[in-house]
């Protein structure tokens, strides 16, 4: 494709306008449409660009013939709807995490898209470039650690007050936004845990508690161990009520222990192999030479979200690989959805999970618990909008 690609953005709330602030410096491409249920919110965005075209339904900007691309950015439960109706016009998509609500979605949309193979499908991952997990991926890939024996997350450096949810009737509701912490907080973290390892538990245990710290439908607080198929065990914890909160990933193979935590990477890699020393020393309390090593990493880029979308765009015009392909959304969300399912019912979730019974589970509890999120926002609420364009 030699011509700029004509990009529409779709949803022009928190992570849209971020979106829309740097289409101006992406190279091959042009902001050609918007799209928002509110009209003065297109109205802004054109001030910037005049002649934009705009719109107050999706199904408009799809059909107006004006993009070759979209770059949504709506409520949860809208990703898939659209990004269907995109491939069935012909239009390629960079859609905002997560993929969908249940994993059902985004498999049928994965079976469209093969229907599409000419599309491009891409996912606004944009913590794949982040230089410390790009680091720790080439670490893992290179087999610097050995076979991976456990994987230990603890996510809970996600505090969120009881404003924060009633500043949007959808927040923490099931049919707002078809969950909490794991589908809102937690996509990117679930996707890195399973595109770091590049593996997939096969069995998920868990525990998951609905509004135990925040007046919600919704669950803001989940312990979950993972079993994967070579013997390897997984833990993720995360939260939206503890502060200070902690971001700490272990990641221990046959060969150390990679610790990352506070923007640093430290591996402690020993000198022969675990495995080998605990079935065969002759020493009941052998001692493995081991080297402390801080693995040096560049400074996280600023401009993530812009990083993504230039990609994308570079996909189009000169078959660029994507960072993140459409089509692997499926595994991060399948691994909050058996968190969920097997943290509610508090029985062990079997991976590839049942689709159909985890979409039954999500409507039970919209059933029970829904319209039990009793919020008002306080008039003087305050919002710092720059934390919002970092968080969602």
């Known amino acids: 494709m030699d011509s700029p690609v004509r990009i529409g953005v779709i949803g022009l709330g928190n992570m849209g306008s971020v979106h829309v602030s740097y289409m101006d410096a992406i190279e091959g491409a042009t902001l050609a449409a918007v799209c928002d249920a509110n009209p003065a919110a297109a109205d802004r965005v054109a001030l910037k660009f005049p002649g934009l075209a705009k ?49 059902s979605d985004a498999r049928r949309t994965n079976e469209l898209h093969k229907r599409h193979p000419h599309l491009k499908y891409a996912l606004m991952f944009q913590t794949r470039t982040n230089p410390l997990y790009l680091k720790i991926k080439q670490l893992i890939d290179d087999g610097e650690l050995g076979e991976i024996a456990r994987i230990t997350w603890i996510a ?64 803001d607080e989940v312990s979950a161990i993972l079993e994967y198929p070579n013997g390897a065990i997984g833990h993720f914890v995360t939260g939206t009520g503890e502060y200070p909160g902690t971001d700490r990933l272990e990641i221990a193979g046959d060969r150390g222990r990679l610790v990352c935590e506070q923007g640093k990477l430290k591996l402690f890699q020993t000198r022969k192999g675990v495995r080998q020393i605990r079935e065969t020393s002759k020493e009941a309390f052998a001692h493995i030479e081991t080297w402390e090593i801080d693995i040096p990493v560049p400074t996280a880029s600023p401009e993530s979200h812009r990083t993504v979308t230039q990609n994308f765009v570079n996909a189009i015009r000169k078959n660029e690989p994507l960072i993140a392909p459409g089509e692997e959304g499926v595994r991060g969300l399948e691994l909050g959805n058996a968190m969920l399912m097997a ?50």
């Open 343 to 392: 943290g509610v019912t508090r029985q062990p979730v079997t991976l590839p999970i049942d689709a159909a019974a985890f979409d039954t589970l999500l409507k039970d509890l919209e059933k029970q618990y829904g319209g039990k999120k009793k919020l008002t926002a306080p008039v003087d609420a305050v919002v710092d909008m720059n934390a919002s364009f970092k968080k969602a």
């Open 55 to 103: 719109f107050t339904t999706y199904e408009a900007l799809l059909d107006s013939k004006t993009c070759d691309a979209i770059l949504i950015a709506t409520p949860h439960y809208q990703h898939p709807v659209i990004t269907d109706a995109a491939f069935a016009r012909g239009i390629h998509v960079l859609c905002e995490k997560p993929v969908a609500v249940r994993v």
């Open 156 to 219: 809970t450096n996600w505090f969120r007050t009881w404003t924060y949810f009633a500043l949007g009737g959808w927040r923490g509701t099931w049919a707002g936004e078809g969950g909490g912490v794991l589908i809102n907080q937690n996509p990117h973290n679930l996707d890195l845990l399973q595109w770091l390892p590049g593996m997939m538990p096969s069995r998920i245990t868990a525990i998951a508690s609905l509004g135990k710290l925040h007046p919600i439908e919704v669950e």
